[in-house]
């Protein structure tokens, strides 16, 4: 959090599945070490959903119970605008402003949008696991045997290229 994070991707997606109420996911990334309430609990996590007003985008950036949880973002884009069938160079950097948390998208290497909102997020270290294309873990805050607390759920439907991960 202290130095930021980026993560950019080329995707291609075709459409949203209209029965399928789950989000999907491009990138998720966790502390192993803690539990979701702990200080050094860590977690950045990109998705979509196709049911959403607005922008499929949303986006978590957390460091214990500071951060930013779920915020959606991007100006202009729609479900539809983004399942064209094309690809699309799609990248977030995540970062600390003020007392809050910011996040900017550029699509097609043109700046987007930018949200700033939250807390601040601390350094967080220790053993962190990421997954592409579905989460790593069950989302902070449910648990038990539910489908969506499994790893694995909230798989991407769509093709990426060139994903990329920076810790700075």
């Given at each position: ?67 930013i949880s779920k ?89 990426l290229d060139e ?6």
């Open positions: 959090g202290n130095d930021g994070n980026t993560v950019e991707f080329w995707l291609k997606k075709g459409a949203f599945n209209p029965a399928a109420t789950q989000t999907e996911v491009i990138f998720d990334i966790f502390t192993t070490s803690s539990i979701s309430s702990s200080l050094d609990y860590g977690r950045l996590t990109v998705e979509m959903s196709g049911t959403s007003t607005g922008s499929p985008f949303f986006v978590t950036y957390m460091s214990g119970t500071n951060g915020e959606q973002i991007g100006n202009s884009l729609t479900p539809a605008s983004i399942t064209d069938g094309n690809w699309h160079h799609y990248s977030l950097r995540f970062r600390n402003e003020g007392s809050n948390t910011s996040v900017d998208l550029f699509v097609d290497g043109q700046f987007n949008d930018n949200i700033k909102t939250g807390t601040t997020v601390d350094y967080v270290s220790g053993t962190i696991v990421g997954t592409i294309g579905a989460l790593a873990t069950h989302p902070s805050g449910t648990h038990g045997g539910a489908p969506q607390a499994a790893k694995g759920w909230g798989k991407l439907s769509g093709s994903f990329r991960f920076w810790k700075t």
